[in-house]
């Protein structure tokens, strides 16, 4: 079955600078490659994903890249901002299954 | 819209206790399912439904039962409380189920303590 591992655990940067979290997938079959949020105190929230079809998506400071051949993604969070903090979740799925692999969490920590 | 709403959002039991966590939505989505979370280990799935009357286990649905009777409602039942059961639980919905890019909305969570 599918496998999702995601780097770093934390990940602590100074506001303004750059942020990015790398997931790895194990099938090959997996096409969907979202991105959750989940702020202090509440559920997850899907910020952005990308199609196996894609190999970028952009909205405004979040973009995700992905390697087919590699079996990796990133999100790349630019000019990072307070609200930024938050434990940051990647997930995979597949046209057999339909239910999403997630990863391990990342929290982001945005210092002033 | 409320979206999906999950009660209580803390909950202390005793070991062999039975509780049920509550998940409703006012959005009418099909599919609806329970995770957990436990530090370290992201978000595992224990139960899901595709549309009322129909459950199927995730990857740990040991311990837990669910039930499906309205679109509405999901609850996440515990027969025998485990102190291994002790983590932040998650339910989520979505539209439908088996459309690739179908988002998951989801509730704000309940924190379940076994002692």
């Known amino acids: 079955g599918e496998n999702v591992e995601q780097h770093p655990s934390t990940l602590s940067v100074q506001e303004g600078d750059s942020a990015v979290i790398k997931c790895t997938y194990s099938?090959?079959?997996?096409?969907?490659f979202p991105w959750y949020k989940q702020e202090l105190g509440k559920g997850p929230q899907l910020i952005i994903d990308?199609?196996?079809n894609v190999g970028e998506k952009k909205d405004q400071r979040i973009a995700v890249t992905l390697n087919k051949t590699a079996k990796h993604f990133s999100l790349h969070i630019t000019e990072t901002q307070p609200e930024d903090s938050a434990v940051y979740f990647c997930?995979?799925?597949?046209?057999?299954?339909?239910?999403?692999?997630w990863g391990a969490g990342t929290k982001l920590i945005i210092k002033p | 819209n409320a979206g999906v709403t999950q009660t209580p959002k803390f909950q202390v039991l005793k070991t062999g206790q039975s509780m049920t966590l509550q998940c409703a939505q006012d959005?009418?989505?099909?599919?609806m399912s329970w995770y957990r979370q436990d530090p370290g280990m992201g978000l595992r799935l224990i139960h899901y439904?595709?549309?009322?009357?129909?459950?199927d286990q995730g990857e740990v649905p040991n311990g837990y039962n669910v039930s499906r009777s309205t679109t509405e409602d999901f609850p996440l039942r515990l027969l025998s409380a485990a102190p291994s059961q002790t983590s932040v639980y998650f339910c989520?919905?979505?539209?439908?189920?088996?459309?690739?890019?179908?988002?998951?909305?989801f509730g704000s969570g309940t924190q379940l303590s076994v002692l």
């Open positions: 990308i199609r196996s």
């Open positions: 997930a995979a799925r597949g046209d057999s299954n339909y239910q999403l692999i």
């Open positions: 959005m009418n989505h099909e599919y």
């Open positions: 099938d090959s079959a997996s096409n969907y």
């Open positions: 989520a919905s979505s539209p439908r189920f088996g459309r690739i890019e179908e988002k998951l909305f």
């Open positions: 439904s595709v549309g009322a009357g129909i459950t």
